[in-house]
């Protein structure tokens, strides 16, 4: 008898239960949709643009949201064939893979070193590696024009080679320290008993195991390299030496000229890579930035 | 021939010395447990024995050869952790035979090794797994394999058990023995666990606060400990201590507790204890050795109202007020009483232990366990 009177109640229970949830949901899916409204509103507008001919951009009577009703290839054509963009996007390449080279060969040791050995002065290295991130590179670039212009590297890609170190290397090795950090002390121990020497160590223990930290490190460095605007708009001012993001900018932006068609395929083929590399390693990347919640 | 020696050994970390200068000799093939609660330097001890920490002064020998300056890798010794430190992205194998590459041991060799040790422990249907796809006893069994492939002259085990559960626990200290009985290498095996100790060890090394209290088999520590930490640290429940007072009645030694309490001292113990008579005391009885009263015992009785009782399944733990101390006597199921009436007891002086408080050492006396041989021991 008793359990039957008891039954109301709890049935009342479970469906607040229910309806909490419920309401928990549909308010989460109501700020997706307008954080996604808000995001995803550039890359429209910017898909919009790419697709329609100069006349439609500069007509009055046309809506500039909404798609053409012809959409055209015209203006990725002319951006290929009668600019220096494939130039750029090559430069932009060749010198992001430098640097995404030089930056790992650097920040991983580097981070193994202070976050593992106990030497006197690692705490304070690992926070002076810290601060030198903290310098943005609107005010590096003065000094750095004039180191760059001591070496002989002005108007050269390997300029930025040189440079854009100075902007990865500190914070990649920041994040791989916190990473190595968390991975067990027991772990070298263990491999020290094993036999190995520290170099085996850092190569066949640490970089597998704190592998997501490295290839958030990796993006990160892509995504700085990538996007970089301030230094190849002060060391670089021939087409040939030029990459992606100062390239468009002084090539279709002619004195108060905007070819706006052109502008935005650029955008568009730019932010594709970085897309691409997200898409594919978005899992390594939040689990790096989560280090150690995540490792097994 | 793979002895370990430790002599004269200290360590420091800056000002606070963790290891006091022990001494100790392990024999080949030996199984020896550092017991002791934590912060007493036996991990350190062990640490310092496998090469992962710096030994402040002192020698440490393995197989003859000083090991001071030499890396863990040199020292020909395998190392088990509390947490497993198993290589998460290797496979079983992988991890078990990860050493053995490093030296660069021919492959077939390699694989003859790993098989062997993982039939010892029985996981050889594991070997293709990662360490995430294995149970807690599971990741302990490929440490101890790791271990074992190596063929060292040395097992070191750091609280190997500590991070299992009650049963497996259990489970794995009978595997742990097993596996030494069929691999015989020397081990240091060190443990808060003082059943562990007691089950595993040929000798246990109880340790406290940077020192070494008392070396012995598992059989002396429990009956003649030296001290009365050894006296309180091994035994589960603990030894019942008493302050108490030794009287010279009438030719007659006995000890004198609160309320009126007299117990008498067995005579073949009056020689080594008459030099204290009339001084306060601490009397140190096992739980085992107050049992209910029966009358086939021996021993001194005495009734005292039940404060708490603490029913086992196979005994039952039945705790009175002594003078405002607590005793734990440890009863037969059938003879308990209930809490508030009035229990008979009786006190096996056979083994009692007499602890002068100033030194905090056992008065030395012949071990009545010894003395009357097994029918002494029944009593518990």
């Known amino acids: 008898m008793s359990a039957i009177a008891a039954d109301p109640p709890r049935r009342r229970a479970v469906g607040s239960l229910r309806r909490n949830r419920r309401w928990a949901l549909v308010t989460s899916y109501v700020f997706l949709v307008l954080f996604a409204i808000f995001f995803l509103t550039p890359p429209y507008y910017q898909l919009v643009t790419a697709t329609k001919s100069s006349a439609e951009i500069s007509s009055q009577t046309t809506d500039p949201w909404l798609p053409s009703p012809s959409p055209t290839l015209e203006n990725i054509d002319a951006l290929w064939n009668k600019t220096d963009f494939p130039i750029y996007l090559r430069n932009t390449a060749l010198v992001t893979l430098c640097v995404v080279v030089i930056t790992m060969a650097i920040a991983v040791p580097a981070a193994f070193s202070l976050g593992r050995m106990k030497f006197w002065g690692s705490g304070i290295l690992a926070t002076g590696v810290f601060l030198t991130y903290l310098v943005p590179d609107s005010l590096l670039f003065l000094p750095l024009f004039k180191v760059v212009g001591n070496l002989g590297l002005l108007n050269s890609y390997w300029a930025l080679v040189l440079v854009y170190p100075t902007l990865t290397v500190p914070f990649c090795t920041w994040i791989m320290i916190g990473y190595f950090q968390s991975v067990p002390k027991e772990l070298d121990e263990a491999a020290l008993i094993d036999g190995a020497n520290h170099l085996q160590m850092l190569f066949k223990i640490f970089i597998p195991v704190a592998l997501p930290g490295l290839i958030a490190a990796t993006i990160f460095a892509f995504t700085v390299c990538w996007a970089a605007f301030v230094y190849p708009m002060a060391f670089i001012y021939s087409s040939d030496q030029q990459v992606l993001t100062a390239g468009t900018i002084t090539t279709l932006v002619k004195g108060d000229v905007y070819q706006w068609g052109m502008i935005m395929t650029a955008a568009l083929i730019a932010a594709a890579p970085p897309l691409v590399i997200y898409a594919f390693l978005m899992d390594y990347y939040i689990a790096g930035l989560t280090a150690g919640a995540t490792k097994g | ?380």
């Open chain 2, 1 to 380: 021939m793979a002895r370990v020696t430790l002599n004269k050994v200290v360590k420091k970390f800056d000002q606070t010395e963790a290891v006091r200068g022990i001494d100790l000799d392990i024999a080949d093939r030996e199984f020896v447990v550092l017991v002791g609660p934590s912060g007493c330097g036996k991990s350190t001890t062990l640490r310092m024995i496998a090469g992962l920490e710096e030994t402040t002064a002192g020698e440490i020998m393995i197989g003859g050869e000083i090991v001071n300056d030499l890396p863990p890798k040199d020292r020909d010794i395998a190392m088990v952790f509390q947490n497993y430190a198993l290589y998460p992205h290797m496979t079983v194998f992988e991890n078990m035979s990860f050493g053995l590459r490093l030296k660069k041991f021919p492959k077939a060799e390699i694989r003859q090794r790993v098989e062997r040790a993982a039939r010892i422990l029985d996981i050889i249907e594991l070997l293709d797994r990662r360490p995430r796809q294995l149970s807690g006893g599971q990741r302990q069994r490929v440490a101890m394999g790791r271990a074992i492939v190596r063929n060292p002259k040395v097992f070191l085990f750091d609280e190997p058990l500590s991070n299992l559960d009650a049963k497996l626990r259990v489970q794995m200290r009978t595997e742990i023995k097993k596996v030494h009985q069929q691999v015989r290498t020397t081990t240091v095996y060190v443990t808060h666990d003082q059943v562990e100790a007691m089950t595993l060890a040929d000798r246990v090394v109880v340790m406290n606060s940077g020192r070494i209290e008392q070396v012995g088999t598992p059989h002396e520590l429990y009956h003649s400990p030296k001290t009365r930490f050894v006296a309180g640290f091994i035994g589960s429940p603990a030894m019942n201590f008493l302050s108490c007072r030794l009287i010279d009645a009438a030719g007659a030694l006995a000890v004198q507790l609160g309320e009126g309490l007299t117990l008498p001292v067995p005579a073949e113990r009056s020689a080594a204890y008459r030099p204290y008579a009339g001084r306060a005391l601490v009397l140190g009885l096992r739980p085992e050795h107050i049992t209910e009263s029966r009358s086939y015992g021996t021993g001194a009785e005495f009734v005292l109202p039940v404060d708490v009782v603490e029913p086992m399944g196979m005994e039952t733990m039945v705790y009175v007020s002594v003078d405002g101390t607590e005793v734990c006597a440890r009863v037969s199921p059938e003879a308990a009483l209930a809490p508030g009436e009035r229990m008979r007891f009786m006190a096996d002086m056979r083994h009692m232990h007499l602890i002068d408080p100033d030194k905090e050492r056992v008065i030395e006396a012949p071990d009545a366990a010894r003395v009357n041989g097994a029918a002494a021991v029944t009593a518990a």
